[in-house]
Nanobody, 125 residues
Framework: QVQLVESGGDQVQPGASLRLSCAASGFTVNDRAMTWLRQAPGEGHEWVAALYRNGADKAYKDSVKGRFSVFRDNVKNILYLQMHNLRPEATAVYFC??????????????????WGQGTRVTVSS
């Protein structure tokens, strides 16, 4: 059974760091392009960080460049999103998605082959 399970979300203060995890089962993350998406309260989905299928090429939403990092652990079959210097505008439910293309930067989870249920991140003082 294919499954993506996100974890690591928390309520933190501005400037804090968090690491989100996306555990995959039923497929291997190094066979897919993997993407982190998020949905802020009252807003639509947006892509945040994309890890290309080769595991080396990456793309980030402009507002998170230099603060967020996406990477995967092929042995554990987990995708990560390391977030530093979090800002209140990062408050959202974060989802991971997997697609069969070389990379995926579509904001809609329904465009992905698989996606998880999300983990909530709240950044406030």
């Amino acid at each position: 059974q294919v499954q993506l399970v996100e974890s690591g979300g928390d309520q933190v203060q501005p400037g804090a760091s968090l690491r989100l995890s996306c555990a995959a089962s039923g497929f291997t993350v190094n066979d897919r392009a993997m993407t982190w998406l998020r949905q802020a309260p009252g807003e639509g989905h947006e892509w945040v960080a994309a890890l290309y299928r080769n595991g080396a090429d990456k793309a980030y939403k402009d507002s998170v460049k230099g603060r967020f990092s996406v990477f995967r652990d092929n042995v554990k079959n987990i995708l990560y999103l390391q977030m530093h210097n979090l800002r209140p505008e990062a408050t959202a439910v974060y989802f991971c998605g997997a697609c069969s293309g070389y990379f995926c930067r579509d904001p809609s989870p329904s465009r992905y082959d698989y996606w998880g249920q999300g983990t909530r991140v709240t950044v406030s003082s």
